[in-house]
């Protein structure tokens, strides 16, 4: 299927364990993105991409890694969970050559016990 | 530094009647861009509306249209005649620069409209 997908869509896991989101997407975006949405902020950017090979940081990356190996592929790790990390994950692409557009996955909902 | 501020945490109107929810945004850059985007129960971002900075027209996608006001630095959403399906997250967000490298959006707090029949 053509667009932006998340898996896992729900979990669960506890503190201190390692987990990995992953977004594809199908459109060969040059732009990818993580974002995190918490009740009364918004979605904060954690992460972006810029091309394969080019990560970097935005608002919230602490407690985060992402990896950019493909163009299509940008996992997000949890490298030891914490309970503030309870939040929804969005990742989102954007075509370089429109700006007006992003495009996001479905989201997913992540709760660490 | 780059801000979205919706003041508005819930709005309530009746079904076709129209709505304003409200965003005003702070930024040095020249070149910028606005957008709007639905979020529903169901938890998916849906793109509504998109205007950019050195666009001279409101920007209109069906009932949706930008209200855009550069001197006031505001991006007000007007949907016209609300149905029971508007009833949803609205947030507003601003495309802003992240470094030499690239953008991403900058988002509000959101505003839950909600649409009574």
């Known amino acids: 299927d053509a667009g932006i997908t998340q898996s896992p869509r729900y979990k669960i896991t506890e503190t201190g364990r390692q987990v990995t989101l992953m977004c594809h997407q199908t459109w060969s975006h040059s732009y990818m993105f993580w974002y995190r949405q918490d009740l009364g902020h918004g979605l904060r950017l954690i992460y972006y991409?810029?091309?394969?090979?080019?990560?970097d940081k935005g608002e919230v990356p602490d407690g985060y890694v992402v990896s950019r190996s493909k163009t299509e592929n940008f996992p997000l790790t949890l490298e030891s969970a914490t309970r503030s990390q309870t939040s929804v994950y969005f990742c989102?692409?954007?075509?370089?050559?429109?700006?007006?557009?992003?495009?996001f996955g479905p989201g997913t909902r992540l709760t660490v016990l | 530094a780059q801000k979205i501020t919706q003041t508005q945490p819930g709005m309530f109107v009746q079904e076709k009647e129209a709505v304003t929810l409200d965003c005003t945004y702070d930024t040095s850059d020249q070149s910028y861009g606005l957008f709007w985007y639905k979020q529903p129960s169901s938890g998916e971002m849906i793109f509504l509306i998109y205007?950019?900075?050195?666009?001279?027209q409101n920007a209109t996608e069906g009932r949706y249209s930008l209200n855009f006001q550069k001197a006031r630095k505001s991006a007000n959403l007007v949907i016209s005649a609300s149905q029971l399906g508007d009833s949803a997250m609205y947030f507003c967000?601003?495309?802003?620069?992240?470094?030499?490298?690239?953008?991403?959006?900058?988002f509000g707090k959101g505003t839950t409209l909600s649409v009574s029949s």
């Open positions: 989102a692409s954007r075509d370089d050559g429109r700006p007006d557009t992003q495009y």
């Open positions: 967000a601003m495309r802003g620069v992240l470094n030499q490298a690239g953008t991403a959006l900058i």
């Open positions: 205007q950019g900075s050195y666009d001279e």
């Open positions: 991409s810029a091309a394969a090979d080019i990560t």
